[in-house]
């Protein structure tokens, strides 16, 4: 079955530029109309018109697709899609797919059912496939985790690189032992984060004992469970990169509860700056992600697929920012 990317990828334009010719919008150039009706020929491709049909009623609702609607991190980038969302005439349906794929996928039918206008995702646990062939018909964007090779538009972080960054801080505070709670590894952010890690440790000739590389849940408790596994070993780890700010203040309060004062006996880093990173006690050194900025930018990408607009790149990495405060201490180095 030939779809819309066919037809794009052949007249070398954007699936909107595509739909803007079958539309007959106007707005599109006549020589690459030309290109693109030519294409549509060759292929011999039938639009879907009864999607399209149903695109044309409008809702004025988006749905946004959590992992976690429990995990703090979220609620900045849903507060970043809603400023533009209701900026421009939107509300926002919020689905928690309690880090279930099943749950995730099922919210797709929202869309056909003609219950929202779009959809961003913060979660890519779906099949890499369904999305795309759903992006075909709907406007579609993902935001936070994102397919590796995907054409679909992401606004994310590179997490390899600041993962990677997180580590050289600790490495540069003399500590070489350093153990790493890493988000679920079917998640792409959690085995980027985790490369980054082991980036750095290899650059600068540090070996990984695997003892000190543990998967987590992204969750306060899996933090809690590893970090009291980590201080069983003979020889614990002086400094500990968190996969996330909840696993790390988990991973605190486990060494707390075995007398260990943090950072002097251990220093911990995580990941995210959650609203709580700040206050929590001692004050957690972390990477900020630009959440609010990242669900606007997701956002505004939403409402130029649902208007048939072009969008400049399939892809948008927004900076990150190393956050230094209380947790990390320098490791005293005896001659």
Known sequence: ??????VAKMANVSTATVSRVISNAGTVKKETAEKVLEAIKKLNYQPNMLARQLRRSETKTILVVVPDITNTFFSAVLRGIESIAIENGYQVLLGDARNDVESETSFLTILGQ????GLILLTARTDQKILEDLSQDYPVVLACEYYEGSKLPTVSIDNVSSARKATEYLISLNHKRIGHISGPLNIVVGRD???GFHQAMAQHGLSVDPSLVQEGEFSFESGFNLMMKFLSLENPPTALFAGNDEMAMGAIKAAKSKGLRVPEDLSVIGFDDI???SIFEPALTTVAQPTFDMGQKAMRLL???????????DQ???PDKLIVRESCKELTVEE
């Open 316 to 318: 948008f990495i927004l």
């Open 303 to 313: 409402l130029k697929l649902i208007k048939d607009e072009e969008i400049e790149k």
């Open 275 to 277: 609203q709580f990173a």
């Open 114 to 117: 003609k219950k929202a206008d």
């Open 1 to 6: 079955m030939v779809r819309i990317a066919d």
């Open 193 to 195: 984060r985790c490369r």
